[in-house]
């Protein structure tokens, strides 16, 4: 007997609630190479990326030896680097310095996927920067706001530095490395085994990653995978750390290809024994088209995500560092911040939040230094001591109020001074009296070291650890 499936199709009511799930905050995107696209003409990168690797690695007398596909992919080009003996590490490199000196402007698809706000935290199986561009672009006027974490099997931080509804801002989480100059992402096949294989392993100790990939509440919404139909199934099966055939009351989303390019064992696995994971059958960069398309109409002003755990009024999650500065100082805040997330840290400064003003934000901004955030970062340097009347000081008499119950221990531990420049500090006399022995560190421009790194993570981890 010949068994003929036939896919769901995207109804109205599918795209009505799927947006409101969106708005709600309760979609988690997963996407990778299918809808990772560059220039005007919405070109896949992963072919140009395969193509630019190729000149660079091969010279004229390889190149007749063992020819390469018409379109070679990563692999090809990667495992005929390997197989002429070429070495292991310079694949890296040169994927590195290629994304870094000629890397092209995201495409529509992912312009248009950066668009839709109710996604905060996005979850990418590419390697490359340009969905932190593209979110860059779409939310920051070009800012580099986004906050980036990665996972590597190496790596000393390996998860999320909270749950999804603590984080604020845009977040995203390279699940299978973030380019660099040494090999801790998937570039081929072999990268991608230890990786899948490191996730299974290290799931249990990614607490907020892997509470977020099984709550129920969230929706997945994987886009553009582009792996093999048994690669795509052990990657959910890691995600959504339970056997995908079991009953659940949840249902994720699966765009990625049309019917026709998909395997057919893919296709009637997972429409007619997993019923919890219902696939589109259309080209991931079609189903994002009308996804945003829908989304601009339902909000041609702009949306602004509600809830999570932030502070109303202040876009600072419980337990988040706060930093204190003066303006002037903001370019070194900056590395600060940048340089403390890549230790996994989860850090909030206001940068123009106070432009805005108001008695509210000001007891907003009160309400988090004395209640809600883990740790007081106070940025010293001349501008800090120069200034007489300025609003960080009264953010650092509140984090002295906070700390008249604190034993001096907790308070030294509370309160971390970091001096930016050149001052002397035994010149330094504007700090509050209750932190005269708390002991100063200098992070010359922000340039963090790694030994602070870890000494305030492993603080922001206790704090965690014993907050109620």
Request: contains cysteine; aromatic residues 8%; proline residues 6%.
């Amino acid at each position: 007997m010949q068994f003929e499936l036939r896919m769901p199709i995207a109804t109205e009511d599918f795209w009505e609630d799927l947006l409101d799930l969106i708005e709600g905050g309760n979609v988690l995107p997963i996407i990778g190479q299918g809808v990772t696209t560059i220039g005007p003409d919405d070109q896949p990168l992963a072919p140009w990326l395969a193509r630019r690797l190729a000149g660079r690695l091969a010279s004229p007398q390889q190149s007749g030896q063992l020819p390469l596909p018409e379109t070679p992919t990563l692999n090809d080009v990667i495992c005929r680097h390997l197989i002429l003996g070429g070495a292991r590490d310079v694949v890296y490199t040169r994927l590195f310095r290629i994304l870094r000196d000629e890397c092209p402007e995201p495409g529509p698809t992912l312009r248009g996927l950066a668009e839709i706000e109710g996604f905060r935290l996005w979850i990418t199986t590419a390697f490359d920067p340009l969905l932190v561009k593209a979110l860059n672009t779409a939310r920051h006027q070009g800012r580099a706001e986004t906050r980036v974490y990665a996972y590597s099997p190496e790596a000393e931080t390996k998860d999320l530095p909270a749950r999804k509804s603590a984080l604020s801002g845009t977040t995203v989480f390279h699940v299978l490395g973030k380019v660099s100059q040494v090999g801790d992402y998937v570039a081929w096949e072999e990268d991608m085994l230890e990786f899948i294989c490191g996730l299974n392993q290290h799931m249990p100790v990614m607490p907020n990653l892997a509470r977020d990939l099984a709550d129920e509440k969230l929706r997945i919404l994987v886009l553009g995978l582009s792996f093999s139909d048994w690669l795509v199934r052990f990657f959910l099966r890691v995600a959504r750390q339970s056997r995908l055939s079991l009953s659940n009351t949840r249902v994720d989303y699966l765009a990625d290809g049309p019917v026709e390019v998909l395997p057919p064992s893919l296709v009637l696995y997972f429409g007619s024994v997993v019923r919890s994971i219902q696939v589109v059958p259309c080209d991931p960069r079609h189903f994002v088209a009308e996804l945003s398309r829908r989304w601009r109409a339902r909000h041609p002003q702009g949306f602004v995500p509600s809830g999570g755990a932030s502070v109303p009024g202040v876009d600072i999650p419980k337990g988040a560092i706060f930093i204190s500065y003066a303006r002037e100082d903001e370019e070194a805040v900056r590395r600060l911040k940048a340089g403390l997330e890549s230790h996994g840290c989860l850090v909030w400064f206001d940068r123009d939040r106070l432009a805005e003003g108001g008695v509210n934000f000001h007891h907003s901004l009160e309400d988090a230094v004395k209640h809600h955030c883990s740790l007081f970062l106070s940025v010293i340097s001349r501008h800090t001591e120069s200034q007489l009347e300025a609003y960080f000081h009264r953010e650092r008499n509140w984090a002295a109020q906070r700390a008249e119950a604190y034993s001096d221990a907790d308070r030294h531990e509370f309160y971390l001074p970091v001096i930016v420049d050149d001052s002397n500090p035994g010149s330094i006399a504007r700090e509050p009296r209750a932190f005269a022995g708390a002991q100063r560190v200098r992070l010359l421009d922000g340039e963090v070291s790694t030994d602070f790194a870890r000494r305030v993570a492993e603080l922001q981890a206790k704090h965690r650890r014993t907050a109620p």
